[in-house]
């Protein structure tokens, strides 16, 4: 049971964190189906930032703050791409998502494999390579129950997340390019600086994301596979929590029951005795969010002007 | 308003012409980037063994064992290998042709098939399951698989049409729910019927059904077979080509095409015509759908390659590519020939870098920038568009002069 509410919580901290970033630039009205590209670029680059700090000797608390830091940059960067591409190039938002997260496995598979000066995508970052920082530096225990820096990150995201969208003038005016941005460049609101901002900011969270699926979870990760659907997961999410913070947190805890499930079924008793297939429970959380998406589609809000370029000549 | 106005008075012609120009570009930019990130590469490679580089030996390395490679990769041929790199090239260009078609019908009709990868695992399962375990012929094996990515093209489309769910979400859903199923189908904790405990793949189609496998051709080349016997191409190439022409005269010359753009292009205003637009988006996905399973059946009933059920945990490369080829191609089905050509030769070609200091995954990043520049490539478009039409102007203003001075004469 244990198990299941550390795995549980730690996927539910990645669907968050990554979901809030896909609000803050659905918010700002582009659709952002490059978080999954993010999150390889921030997994990487938390990846590759661990054996650099390992290697340097630096202390573990630091470790890990500037491994948290410096992936979440890695995430804005390379979401500075799209925002290029959509915002000032006015190109189309989809299309652009997904080139980036096509460039994302290439670019993550070339590095990591000259990383290794072999043909092996496979990077280990666990506590037989690292002696200084690894993985398990990450987590800390409470009683029975293991967490890890990253849900902290999450709470402290969703929390500033809800106050900066609802509390702050740069939220609503956020919220305004997203809904109506003619109305909002009328009054004096820069949309494109606006939106800029909104894709940057899921690149930072994107980024940071990446880094929390891969590093608490495991001690070396093949990046031939990027992040397995992580990132759409965390759009499915968005979608179900209605680009709300709070129903954001609530959608990310229910996807996350179902994918950590994957990860300890053969631990619990009686789903160990279905005998399933561990790619049935691979499966449930899309199928899940196909389930849940069915039902509350036809209701859903999204932001009304997103995916829509905003070109101020045609005001 | 200015651009909605200017492309149909430019015709055609013009139209297209600036189309093949703005995907010029985007290939000419990925390659140069490509060229970088080889030089990079190369010279961290060559600073890890300590010795000091000139630039100039360093644009040689990189030329001669990669860059070189990419551009030349699918003309690869050695003695013993005869035409090796033009089958290998026509070999994966077949299926990109296919997946490339699927995503250009859709964007046709105004919907975007991320889906692609997920139709073309469900149609491979289909063509093997058609092949090795019920030993079909090979054609009736390729209509399996057609089939069954019809099958898993309409579930997008049924969820956008029914249930108003975005098809692009749907689409990817449904990529990892169909990997999943399959490895799970194939493999069945290692008693599926056409899983091969010994090489942990599916059992070969040329043991298991022969008769399952494309029939194979070659060509003459100076009164000698050009083709090595042991590596012949199968005929997928050509399946692929007359689909692509069929595609081609569905979506200009029928009225079933017409009204699949009419939908793609204006939804109401095709509604208010009496065109059923959600029958039209499931059938839409349907035909996408079919078109990626079937480039699955060309690809691997060509018995070149088996399922690896165990470790295929990422999509097959071959659906996301079909989107570069439309975006390359502006969803001109004729035109993803050629774009499926180009980026099966680059695909190729990574594959005979020296793999020592060059992943060959640099391939996808070329074709990555690619699809990163085709998203705003109608800004190349326009800016080409205009050039023509200042000629255009130009060419016009003097002969009308003359006709107003014949007017005056007369």
Aim: net charge positive.
């Amino acid at each position: 049971m244990w198990l299941l509410l550390k795995y549980t919580l730690l996927y539910a901290s990645v669907l968050a964190l990554v979901a809030l970033g896909g609000m803050f630039s659905e918010r700002s009205g582009v659709i952002n189906i490059a978080l999954e590209g993010i999150m390889v670029i921030g997994g990487l680059m938390g990846v590759v930032i661990i054996n650099i700090l390992n290697a340097a000797g630096v202390p573990v608390f630091l470790g890990v703050l500037l491994t948290i830091l410096i992936s979440g940059l890695a995430g804005t960067v390379y979401s500075s791409l799209l925002a290029f591409s959509s915002v000032n190039l006015k190109a189309d938002q989809t299309i652009g998502g997904t080139a980036l997260n096509l460039l994302a496995t290439a670019l993550a598979v070339v590095i990591a494999k000259r990383i290794n000066g072999t043909d092996s995508p496979k990077i280990s970052y666990n506590a037989n390579t690292n002696k200084v920082l690894n993985n398990l530096n990450f987590s800390f225990q409470i009683g029975p129950l293991t967490l890890n820096w990253f849900i902290v990150v999450a709470v402290i995201a969703l929390v500033a997340a809800w106050f900066i969208l609802y509390r702050t003038r740069f939220g609503m005016r956020l919220m305004a390019c997203g809904e109506h941005p003619q109305a909002a460049d009328s009054v004096g609101i820069n949309v494109y600086k606006m939106r800029w901002c909104g894709v940057l900011i899921s690149g930072f969270l994107g980024g940071i994301g990446g880094v929390a699926y891969i590093v608490p979870a495991v001690g070396d990760w093949n990046f031939e596979m990027g992040v397995a659907g992580m990132g759409f997961l965390a759009l499915a999410v968005m979608i179900f929590g209605q680009w709300k913070p709070l129903g954001i947190a609530a959608a990310a805890l229910f996807f996350a029951v179902f994918r950590a499930m994957a990860n300890i079924f053969d631990s619990i008793a009686f789903l160990n005795a279905l005998n399933w297939p561990k790619e049935i429970y691979n499966m449930m959380p899309f199928i899940a969010s196909m389930v849940v998406l069915a039902f509350t589609s036809k209701k859903s809000r999204a932001p009304k002007a997103e995916g829509v370029p905003y070109d101020k000549g045609s005001r | 308003m200015s651009k909605k106005n200017t492309a149909p008075r430019l015709g055609n012609a013009s139209n297209s012409i600036g189309s093949l120009l703005a995907s010029l570009t985007c290939i000419l930019v990925g390659l140069v980037i490509g060229f970088i990130a080889l030089l990079v590469l190369g010279w961290i490679t060559m600073a890890q063994d300590g010795n000091a580089v000139s630039l100039g030996q360093m644009l040689q390395k990189t030329w001669n064992s990669g860059f070189k490679a990419i551009l030349s990769g699918g003309f690869y041929s050695t003695a013993n290998a005869m035409g090796m790199g033009v089958r290998t090239e026509i070999l994966q260009a077949a299926p990109l042709i296919m997946t490339g078609l699927s995503v250009a019908f859709a964007f046709k009709t105004g919907l975007f098939n991320i889906g692609a990868a997920g139709q073309y695992t469900v149609g491979a399962y289909f063509a093997l399951y058609a092949a090795i375990v019920l030993k079909l012929p090979w054609w009736a094996c390729l209509i399996a698989s057609a089939l069954g990515g019809a099958i898993w093209g309409a579930i997008p489309g049924v969820f956008k049409a029914f249930l108003n769910v975005n098809e692009v979400i749907t689409s990817i859903m449904f990529n990892w729910i169909g990997l999943y199923a399959v490895n799970t189908l194939i493999y069945q904790g290692g008693t599926g019927a056409m899983y091969n405990t010994n090489t942990t793949k599916t059992y070969t189609i040329k043991q298991a059904s022969p008769e399952s496998l494309l029939p194979t051709f070659n060509i003459q080349v100076g009164g000698k077979d050009y083709f090595g016997a042991i590596f012949l191409p199968t005929i997928g190439i050509f399946v692929a080509i007359v689909a692509a022409v069929l595609i081609w005269v569905v979506l200009n010359k029928t009225t079933f095409g017409y009204e699949l753009k009419a939908c793609g292009h204006n939804k109401n205003a095709a509604k208010y015509a009496g065109i059923n637009d959600k029958k039209n988006i499931v059938l839409s996905m349907t035909i996408a759908g079919a078109l990626a399973g079937l480039g699955a059946g060309l690809f691997y009933l060509s018995g070149s390659k088996e399922w690896e059920p165990l470790v295929s945990t990422a999509l097959p490369a071959a659906g996301f590519n079909g989107i570069s080829v439309a975006l390359l191609a502006s969803s001109n089905p004729i035109g993803c020939i050629f774009s499926a050509l180009f980026i099966a030769h680059i695909t190729v070609g990574g594959g005979f870098m020296d793999a020592s200091i060059f992943p060959s995954e640099v391939s996808d990043i070329i074709s990555g920038v690619v699809i990163y520049l085709c998203a705003f490539s109608l800004l190349f478009k326009s800016g080409i568009l205009k050039m023509f039409q200042r000629q255009g102007k130009a060419r016009k203003a003097a002969p009308s002069a003359e006709e107003n001075g014949k007017e005056r004469e007369a």
